[in-house]
């Protein structure tokens, strides 16, 4: 078995095909570390003002003459702004504060005032004694932005938002903003690490939910499975900040090799779909499969060979494309991230654990295998049963996708039938640490067993149909 094996590996590496599917993947590892790279140079979403102010519009009303209109002082107010916005430095508490993204106070008072000095100096409005007071007022205003800390900011934020507590206005969301602030000053997270602000956005938005649903004793599964979902989140971003965890972006080697299968999936799968698809096929297309078949091994034996060669080649892909990012990644990111821990939450034993990066990778490594390992085996029954690469090669494309049609029916509808197709059991990501399948109440035990009757079904046809086959025509 071990020869025939190595026999089978031996073909495989020989084909000029195998060495260019190859190059292809690793192009696209290429393309993907650079992509990401790109989005790094522009990952700072909190410190942006607005897209763009349309300047050659604000240009074109002026040469019409219509800088009395309401739409002429409203784009000139917002250029205004945006030009005040970039004097402050990156990353700035002030640059938070006047984005119209963070629903912050400071920008609509700030637009106010602007919009009153454009009123006055288009002539749009006549009243002078309205101009010097936004003027005064604009003073004022930027006399206190370069005076305060972004300490003082958030704490004057939150007078606002218990101020308006008190009134009884919107408790869950004013609650969770209150608590947020909190975070910020216990933790000391300014606004310069998107990463971290995000986190706080993210415990916000969590909390806001969690309190809005306190005393809902009326809540469905779904319900109970997001508000568990957010409270496991909002424990590891406190775990994260008790314990220091450095962050690192998803634009980083670590954050691509955290999302290797969604990033990776499909060059995985076209390596170990080349090779399950054309290992029996094309013994009978060449007429190779006599030689082998006059071989003192059974016909059992032969088949079982190559269908473990496929199997290997499914870690041969893995192995191959991990150490391809691991060196292009190094190269654009460097190597430091992968030394941060990943956090997850254990539903099982709900408490926050951390991990080394490849401990977590070979967690979801094993959840994949099962999708892997069925897409392998539907490829290569379906190149032995009809004797056909191309089918083989293009059927199994198309299982794969149409899975994702199925699944995301499954997510829309309660189609209770669906429990019983495969490729809403076959990838066990959801279970890791405790988790549950998002699928109409599915488990872990029954995606097992469905996993087992459909591999069963395959590659028992495929053995007897093998062992059936009549070649003396081949």
Known sequence: MINLIRNELYKIFHKKGIYISLLVVTAFVFLTNFIYNLNLLNDDNTDKFISYVDTAYLTELEEEGNIKSDEYISTKTDSLISEYFNSFEKGSWQRYALSPYNNSNYYNELYNIYYRIVSYEVKYSKDEEEYEKAKKEKESFEEKLKKMSWQDYVKEEKEELEESL??????????????????????????????????????????SYILGQEG???????????????????KEIIYRFENNIKDY??????GIIENFYNEYFLMILIIIIIVSGSIVSEEFSKGTIKLLLVKPYSRTKILLSKYITSLLMIVFAIVFILIAQLIIGGIFFGYDTLTIPKIVYNFSTKMVMEMNIFKYFLYTTIAVLPQFILLTTLAFSLS?????TSLANTLTIIGSLAGDVINALAVSYEINILKLFVTLNWDFTPYLFGGKSPYLGITLSHSIIVCIVYWLIMIVTTFIVFKRRNIKNV
């Open 216 to 234: 809902n004793d009326k809540l469905d599964d779904d319900a109970k499975e997001e508000l568990e979902r957010a409270e496991a989140e909002n």
């Open 384 to 388: 032995t049963i009809f004797v056909s």
């Open 249 to 254: 972006s998803s634009n980083s080697n670590n």
């Open 166 to 207: 008190k009134n009884n206005q919107d408790t869950a969301y004013l609650t969770s903003q209150i608590e947020g602030i909190d975070l910020r000053l216990k933790y000391n997270v300014d606004f310069s690490n998107n990463n971290r602000n995000q986190y706080i956005n993210t415990y916000v938005a969590n909390r």
